[in-house]
């Protein structure tokens, strides 16, 4: 990264209205050139959904720091999944059987002011820059496999009624359907971006999510209020919310 430009950032976990967190997220720069950062999302529907998104995001940070001198980003991130699916999928409890657990995954790792992500899953990451907001990733889910069919082809009831259901994640022992940046996308100043779990994105729309980002240029404060808008759009039942804000920021002169 250039020398006058560093990452700020801020990570935010709350177990909403859920009996356990399974929601683990990451972080671990190297120096001001240097940031990669990770949440994952256990997938509560299976067993062991804490222990899968710990472990996964454990091994990501170790591949990370393990990273070969003539390895590309890219590269990298693939070996990351190829990494974490193993660990996870191979996961036992304390008799020795497999846990069958699972955790969605996504992540940037940003070097001299290029920004580069890998989601599996439905984890999504998200960028501001001015008055634009994207959603960069794309959820990996039944809807996703329906969105690729003939235009002429009319799903059953059946297949919409398991359009959110994930057709991807770590810990499935063969991970088919990921997504990688081959072509980085170049920060600038006041960039703003956002990885998340499903817990912030599905209470709060798009446009109050890009709302509350533009709301202010304190990292903490933004996090509070993502929690207290998602608290007051849904208070009585809440998924584990946890997600890293990061912000580029330009060092004096």
């Known amino acids: 990264m ?15 209205t859920r009996s356990e967190q399974q929601d683990t997220v990451c972080v671990c720069s190297s120096d001001s050139s240097f940031f990669a950062a990770a949440v ?27 990273r070969n001198a003539d390895e590309s980003i890219s590269e990298l991130l693939v070996r ?15 008799d ?18 290029n920004l580069y992500w890998m989601s599996v899953g439905d984890s999504r990451l998200y960028m501001l820059r001015g008055d634009e907001f994207v959603q960069a990733t794309r959820d990996h889910n039944y ?5 690729e069919m003939p235009d002429d082809y ?27 940046s081959n072509n980085p996308v170049k920060l600038y100043e006041n960039d703003c971006i956002l990885i998340t779990s499903d817990g912030l994105f599905k209470p709060l729309p798009d446009a109050v999510i890009a709302e509350i980002l533009k709301s202010s240029d304190d990292l903490n404060l933004i996090s509070e209020r993502f929690i ?26």
């Open 2 to 16: 250039s020398e006058k430009l560093r990452i700020d950032h801020a990570t935010k976990s709350d177990i909403g």
């Open 40 to 66: 994952c999302d256990g997938m509560g529907g299976l067993d062991g959904g804490a222990a899968a998104s710990r472990l996964a995001a454990a091994v990501f940070v170790d591949t990370v720091n393990s």
């Open 80 to 94: 990351c999944v190829d990494a974490m699916d193993e660990k996870v999928f191979n996961l036992k409890d304390s």
């Open 96 to 113: 020795g059987v497999r846990l069958n657990a699972g955790t969605t995954v996504v992540s940037v790792v940003i070097e001299n002011g």
């Open 143 to 147: 809807f996703l496999s329906l969105s």
């Open 154 to 180: 009319v799903p059953g009831e059946d297949e919409l009624a398991k359009g959110n259901a994930l057709i991807s994640f770590i810990g499935m022992g063969g991970v088919d359907v990921l997504d990688v």
């Open 228 to 253: 207290e808008e998602c608290e007051k759009r849904s208070p009585s039942v809440r998924d584990n919310i946890s997600f890293v804000l990061m912000k580029v920021r330009r060092d004096a002169e």
